[in-house]
């Protein structure tokens, strides 16, 4: 069985219902019946990576692991 074959113009816009949907890759993929790896792959090339909502910028110092005694 051969793979299908995306053109780029599905695969773009495919990358901007990610990112206007607001909806996960995983669950748009099996929306569309493809492999969630290949709408990451498709993601990272055409420069919709997945937003980071929130970062903690934190010191080293205070999470440090602590063994228990």
Same mark, same amino acid.
């Given at each position: $069985?051969?793979? %299908?074959?995306?053109? !780029?113009?599905?695969? &773009?816009?495919?990358?901007?219902?990610?990112? @206007?949907?607001?909806?996960?890759?995983? @669950?748009?993929? &099996? !929306?569309?019946?493809?492999?969630?790896?290949?709408?990451?792959?498709? $993601?990272?090339?055409?420069?919709? @990576? %997945? @937003?980071?909502?929130?970062?903690?910028?934190?010191?080293? !110092?205070?999470?440090?692991?602590?063994? %228990?005694?």
């Amino acid at each position: $069985m051969k793979k %299908p074959l995306y053109d !780029e113009t599905y695969k &773009r816009k495919t990358v901007q219902y990610v990112k @206007e949907s607001g909806k996960a890759v995983a @669950e748009v993929a &099996r !929306e569309l019946k493809i492999k969630d790896s290949t709408l990451y792959g498709w $993601m990272k090339k055409y420069g919709g @990576e %997945p @937003e980071i909502v929130a970062t903690q910028a934190f010191k080293s !110092e205070d999470h440090q692991l602590k063994r %228990p005694t």
